[in-house]
C-alpha cells in the first residue's frame, strides 16, 4: 500500500495536468485551425484540408523550409563533430596551455544574449567582406557559420555530461591490450557516447531550425529562413497557411523524436548487455575461479 494520501495524490495529477494542458493545449488548438475552412483562424466554418494545398503552392514559404532544413542538417552535423571533439580534448586530455580560455569560449554562447551575438556576427561578417569576397554577402554560409557556433555549445555540455559516466576501466584495458588511441575511441568511446551524440544534434537541429534574432542579423536579401518568413507573414496578419505548416513541423518532430529514442534506447541496451557480459567474463577469467592456476 501506498504511504501517500489520496488528497496529495489527486492534487498531483492535478498539477500535472494543468501544466501539461499548459503546454500542448496551444499546439492542439493550432492544429485544429489548421483544418478550418474560413481564412479567420479564429473562427471556425467546416472542416476543410484547402490550407495544406495553398501552403505547399506557396513558393515563399517553401523555399524558406527547404533553406532552414538545409542549414538546420547542415549546422547540427558541425555543431556534433566540434561538439564532440571538444568535450573529448576537455575531458580525456590533461592540463594544456590555454584549456581555460578554451572552455570559456566554447561555453560563452550558452549565456551571451542573442542579440549581442548577432550583433557580433555581423560585424565580423562585414570586416571579412572586406578582404574576402565570400563574405561580401551574407546569405546561407553565415548564417550556417552563426549557427554551428552557438549550436556547438549546446552538443558541448550533452556530450560532456554523457563523457564523464563512461567507465575509463575499460578504455585503459583496450589501450594495455595494445589498442592505439583512435581505435579505442571509435570502437569504445564513440558507442559508449553514442545516445548523446543523436540527442546533441536533434538539440542542435532544433535550435537552429528556431532561430529568428541571429539569423535575422546574418542573412541577406536572397536569404530568408523559416522563422524570419514567418514573423514577416504573422506581422500581416496570420495566415491558416501558418497553422498547416506548424501542424507539418509538430508531425515530423514529434515522429523523428521517437524514432530517435527507440533508436537510443536499443543503442543503450545492447551497450549495457555488452558490459555486463565483459564484466561477466572478467569474473570468469579471475584466478579464485580457477583454484588449480597457481
Not at 29 to 56: C, D, E, H, M, Q
Not at 264 to 288: F, G, N, T, V
Request: charged share 10%; net charge neutral.
Amino acid at each position: 500500500m501506498s504511504n501517500i494520501p489520496v488528497s496529495k495524490s489527486k492534487w498531483k495529477w492535478l498539477i500535472l495536468s494543468l501544466t501539461m494542458a499548459f503546454l500542448y493545449l496551444p499546439i492542439l488548438i493550432l492544429i485544429f485551425y489548421s483544418f478550418n475552412a474560413s481564412r479567420l483562424v479564429t473562427v471556425w466554418a467546416g472542416f476543410s484540408t484547402k490550407w495544406y494545398g495553398a501552403l505547399f503552392h506557396d513558393s515563399m514559404l517553401m523555399h524558406a523550409v527547404q533553406l532552414s532544413l538545409t542549414i538546420g542538417v547542415l549546422s547540427a552535423s558541425a555543431a556534433v563533430v566540434l561538439g564532440t571533439l571538444s568535450a573529448f580534448v576537455l575531458g580525456r586530455f590533461n592540463r594544456f596551455p590555454g584549456d581555460q580560455a578554451f572552455s570559456f569560449m566554447i561555453s560563452a554562447p550558452l549565456v551571451m544574449p542573442d542579440v549581442i551575438m548577432g550583433l557580433s556576427m555581423l560585424l565580423m561578417f562585414i570586416a571579412l567582406g572586406q578582404v574576402f569576397d565570400l563574405f561580401s554577402e551574407r546569405g546561407m554560409l553565415t548564417i550556417w557559420i552563426a549557427h554551428v557556433t552557438f549550436c556547438t555549445s549546446y552538443v558541448y555540455v550533452v556530450v560532456s555530461s554523457r563523457l564523464k559516466e563512461v567507465d575509463r576501466s575499460i578504455e585503459e584495458a583496450a589501450m594495455d591490450l595494445g589498442a592505439p588511441p583512435w581505435k579505442v575511441f571509435v570502437l569504445i568511446t564513440l558507442p559508449s557516447i553514442f545516445p548523446a551524440i543523436v540527442a546533441g544534434w536533434l538539440l542542435a537541429f532544433t535550435l537552429s531550425l528556431d532561430d529568428l534574432v541571429i539569423a535575422s542579423f546574418v542573412s541577406g536579401p536572397s536569404a530568408t529562413t523559416l522563422p524570419i518568413a514567418v514573423f514577416s507573414s504573422v506581422r500581416m496578419g496570420i495566415s491558416p497557411k501558418i497553422n498547416a505548416l506548424a501542424t507539418i513541423i509538430v508531425a515530423v518532430v514529434s515522429i523523428a523524436t521517437l524514432i530517435a529514442w527507440w533508436l537510443m534506447s536499443r543503442a543503450e541496451k545492447r551497450h549495457q548487455q555488452a558490459i555486463r557480459a565483459a564484466k561477466q567474463d572478467e569474473q570468469l577469467m579471475a584466478p579464485e575461479h580457477h583454484p588449480d592456476v597457481l
